[in-house]
């Protein structure tokens, strides 16, 4: 079985840009969840989609976005990228909504010149 | 007050030592928790979850739950060179978000 898949692996950008990350879940997981990772911060709660549906958002400003699609399959947008977005952005799958057994993806780095 | 605390190490011991890790969470309302591995440059690997007070073993790992001390805990028995990783204490809030601590550097020297 494929375990969760993140693309790119790495992302180099400038200020002011934006960018879209993607995520594919392990198939039959319908739960997808994204997490910032910094050094200073840990992991950082984003957002959670089940059933194509934003359920549950951690403190980011609404420069970060996400979706899902109907195939669990989901894409994390981030729009006029600041310095301080430079980050390890995971991707973790589950079942079920709430569900804190996640299987995580490889990550996407995020570099913000 | 960090919803998830989690003190950042490194907390070094010998091979085939106990390794204990501890974990203090504020949100009463929590009802399942979770320990996570992340070895150097890697994602986070579950390894332990817990639901109820006492002791959970699987293997060399033993978590621990306290929920009138909101106090999470995982002891490594036997502890070996692979062991060395940071360990991550999560907690599932009241609203269902799994949140997690900074993270405990464990190193085990031979």
């Known amino acids: 079985k494929a375990g969760v898949t993140q693309t790119p692996r790495y992302l180099i950008k400038t200020r002011g840009q934006q960018v879209t990350l993607s995520c594919s879940p392990i198939s039959g997981h319908r739960s997808v969840s994204w997490y910032q990772q910094t050094p200073g911060q840990g992991l950082q709660f984003l957002f959670e989609y089940f059933s194509e549906t934003q359920r549950n958002k951690g403190n980011f400003p609404g420069r970060f976005s996400g979706r899902q699609f109907s195939n669990s399959r989901s894409e994390m947008n981030v729009s006029t990228l600041e310095l301080g977005d430079s980050a390890l952005y995971l991707c973790?799958?589950?079942?079920?909504?709430?569900?804190?057994?996640?299987?995580f993806g490889s990550g996407t780095q995020l570099s913000v010149l | 007050q960090k919803e998830v605390e989690q003190n950042s190490g490194p907390l070094s011991v010998p091979e085939g030592a106990i390794a204990s890790l501890n974990c203090t969470y504020s949100?009463?309302?929590?009802?399942?928790f979770f320990w996570y591995r992340q070895y150097s440059g890697k994602s986070p690997e579950l390894i332990m979850f817990i639901y109820s007070n006492g002791d959970k073993e699987d293997g060399r790992f033993t978590a621990q739950l306290n929920k009138a001390s909101q106090y999470v805990s995982l002891l490594i028995r036997d502890s070996q060179p692979s062991d060395s990783a940071t360990y991550l204490c999560a907690v599932t809030s009241g609203t269902d978000k799994l949140i997690f601590g900074t993270g405990t550097r464990l190193q085990v020297f031979p």
């Open positions: 973790a799958s589950s079942l079920g909504q709430g569900n804190g057994k996640l299987f």
């Open positions: 949100d009463r309302g929590s009802q399942s």
